[in-house]
């Protein structure tokens, strides 16, 4: 059975850091695109950074460029959100999700991703 889940969610100050993983399991990282999410209380999913199955490419929002950044480790099948400079906006839940690498790149849109984890809270608050 396919599954994803976050951890690493906390509430912290403006400017304070924090490191989400995603653990997979029930298929082979290698293959897939991993894309993190996040969503506020009755809003859209906002696509946020994503990553191709290999590690060679990379996708952020502008809002988080310079501040987070996603890599992986398909060994330990396991992808990481570093957030740095955290602002009282990046708060939301934050989730990641996956789908098959076809086109060798990722994309921020949450409507290609097949799989989704649960979800971990994120607070940025003084």
């Known amino acids: 059975q396919l599954q994803l889940v976050e951890s690493g969610g906390s509430s912290v100050q403006p400017g304070g850091s924090l490191r989400l993983s995603c653990v997979v399991s029930g298929f082979t990282l290698d293959y897939y695109n991993i894309g993190w999410f996040r969503q506020d209380p009755g809003k859209a999913r906002k696509g946020v950074s994503c990553i191709n199955s290999d590690g060679s490419g990379t996708n952020a929002a502008d809002s988080v460029k310079g501040r987070f950044t996603i890599s992986r480790d398909n060994a330990e099948n396991t992808v990481y959100l570093q957030m740095n400079s955290l602002k009282p906006e990046d708060t939301a839940v934050y989730y990641c999700?996956?789908?098959?690498?076809?086109?060798?790149?990722?994309?921020?849109?949450?409507?290609?991703?097949?799989?989704w984890g649960q979800g971990t809270q994120v607070t940025v608050s003084s």
């Open positions: 999700a996956a789908v098959r690498d076809r086109l060798g790149r990722c994309v921020l849109s949450a409507a290609r991703y097949d799989y």
